[in-house]
């Protein structure tokens, strides 16, 4: 298992964990000529007046070869069918290449756009000439957003603005829930009981998607002072919300799809983790496709500069989104099977809960991936990101509620215990019913 993690990481470890606003490479002319321009970077500037700061090692080669950086804004998918003169002249601002250090100063606008960079020469549009056996021009370009004082020393762009506070705030609410909860979770989880594996596995994908925050945090902190970070803890935090989505999906298959399975239902003690062949397979299915998927995703995604896990932009991760339907829709039927043929007014209600807690939790991403359309570009991937993750929070929480309830779970499966934390009730319900 171990050896499985390690393999997982030096494979997220060689792909970019977020965009990085300090790029750093070289200037290739065989790339330029070959591509009608060499790809640099890409930057979402904000409505101020942003600036880009390109750093030379050898300026004077690049002045000899007529080097120079050109700016699109928004760059149509036609620009790239144009010819490469036609190409190089849409560009909106030039920067010849002449000195150690350049300072371009992006103007404002009346709303957050994307720019792209691209890099030519004199060789890039000139297939006739020979290309000069020259060392290559290393750079360095920062991009910058003005800050809340106007000044452009923010690397985030537009599409990231936030997210820093919001994974800090996120952290801080993780750090009072456990001083309040985790000595009662600890007693509870001791005393075992009929739902100890579930609230295991719960307790469990809670701390990965704490740990995956931290991670992020602690990635974010440093790149908005280098505009680098740590790449190492954006790939840790990708892992850790990947191990906390697989088992999720497992427990919460292997609940309703033992149950419903098996021949012999305790009735006693609903959605208890049975595990019949047909059960097992089911849910190790469902997790091995969500894996493969995964990994997919970060691999198409590698050579893309636009890199996050809740994005969905690729065929993959459309993919995904549409198994996170599927598993839902697979839940509601059983789910209904369950609660058509129950008599119990309280075990029906226990379902119902159940239920809205596992809709929200493979839903909401597709949900919020449509409603993000309805926002501007600059605002979709905040609103997934912080989206997913505040619902996929409240339906552990949810679920944390009916397995630790005296008012519901206790009373249909004689789940007891002097201390229950997240309780939605600690009234005595017994003479109800």
């Known amino acids: 298992m171990w050896r499985l993690l390690a393999l997982f990481l030096c494979v997220l470890r060689l792909f970019p964990a977020t965009r990085a606003k300090t790029v750093t490479g070289v200037f290739k002319s065989e790339v330029a000529r070959e591509r009608n321009g060499q790809y640099i970077t890409k930057f979402m500037f904000g409505g101020g007046s942003g600036l880009l700061v390109c750093r030379l090692d050898k300026a004077a080669l690049a002045l000899e070869q007529e080097a120079r950086l050109l700016l699109y804004p928004e760059m149509e998918p036609e620009v790239n069918s144009l010819s490469c003169s036609d190409k190089l002249t849409r560009a909106q ?34 297939e006739s000439v020979a290309l000069p056996s020259h060392p290559d021009v290393q750079y360095t370009i920062l991009l910058f957003n003005p800050d809340s004082a106007g000044n452009p ?3 985030f762009s537009s599409e990231e603005a936030g997210l820093h506070s919001f994974y800090f705030v996120l952290l801080l609410s993780y750090f009072v829930a456990c001083c309040i909860y985790i000595r009662p979770l600890v007693q509870a989880l001791r005393k075992g009981g009929p739902m100890h594996t579930v609230l295991t596995v719960l307790t469990v994908a809670l701390a ?18 280098d505009g680098v970070g740590l790449p190492l803890m954006g790939s840790l935090a990708e892992l850790w919300d990947m191990i906390a989505q697989v088992s999720m999906l497992f427990m919460l298959l292997s609940l ?13 003690r609903p959605l208890q983790w049975e595990q019949t062949p047909t059960s097992t397979a089911v849910a190790v299915g469902a997790v091995i496709t969500q894996g493969v998927l995964l990994l997919w995703e970060q691999i198409s ?10 994005a969905q932009r690729s065929l993959p991760g459309v993919l995904l989104l549409l198994l996170r339907v599927l598993m839902a829709l697979v839940l509601a039927s059983v789910l209904y099977q369950i609660t058509s043929t129950e008599r119990s007014t309280l075990k029906r209600d226990f379902y119902i809960s159940f239920t809205k807690g596992c809709f929200l939790w493979f839903l909401c991403h597709p ?12 605002q979709r991937e905040k609103v997934v990101t912080i989206g997913v993750i505040l619902c996929q929070s409240i339906s552990v929480v949810i679920l ?3 397995f630790l309830s005296r008012s519901l779970y206790w009373e249909v499966s004689s789940l007891s215990s002097a201390s229950l934390p997240l309780t939605m009730s600690r009234t005595n319900h017994r003479g109800r019913y």
């Open 93 to 126: 601002f030039i920067i010849y290449l002449k000195h150690d250090e350049h300072n371009q100063t992006i103007p404002k606008q009346s709303s957050p756009s994307l720019w792209h960079v691209l890099y030519a020469d004199r060789y890039t549009c000139q």
């Open 153 to 155: 020393l923010d690397h």
């Open 208 to 225: 990965l998607q704490g740990l995956s925050a931290l991670c992020n945090y602690t990635h974010l902190s440093r790149y908005s002072r």
């Open 256 to 268: 309703c799809m033992g149950w419903t399975l098996s021949r012999r239902k305790p009735q006693s």
């Open 301 to 310: 995604e590698a050579d893309s500069e636009h890199h996050s896990f809740h």
């Open 367 to 378: 949900v919020l991936v449509c409603l993000s359309a309805l926002f501007n570009d600059h």
């Open 400 to 402: 944390y509620q009916l």
